[in-house]
């Protein structure tokens, strides 16, 4: 009922300005997509059927993450659905 009295009303677009930002919403929306779509790719690289693919992947992965430091790596790791291997863990322990 109240839709159908905006709709008489012509009020959509004035009901639109006063609710809360969409932006935000559409923007993580937007941000998880990106997500999906690189894990995606990084899953299929991952098969590294030759030298090129590992660096390829590699680089990918270089892409993306952050400082050793930050406490964001095993967070984005976990998301990405990627392992930090032998040589990452040797690497912090020095």
Not at 33 to 51: G, P, Q, S
């Amino acid at each position: 009922m109240i839709v159908q009295l905006i709709l008489k009303l012509c009020l959509t677009e004035h009901i639109i300005k006063e609710l809360p930002a969409t932006e935000g919403i559409k923007e993580a929306e937007t941000n998880a997509k990106i997500v999906d779509l690189f894990k995606e790719a990084l899953a299929e690289t991952k098969r590294c059927r030759n030298e090129q693919q590992r660096i390829e992947y590699h680089i990918a992965l270089g892409l993306v993450m952050p400082p050793r430091d930050s406490g964001w790596m095993l967070r984005i790791c976990e998301r990405l659905g990627v392992q930090r291997g032998k040589r990452s863990t040797q690497l912090d322990a020095k």
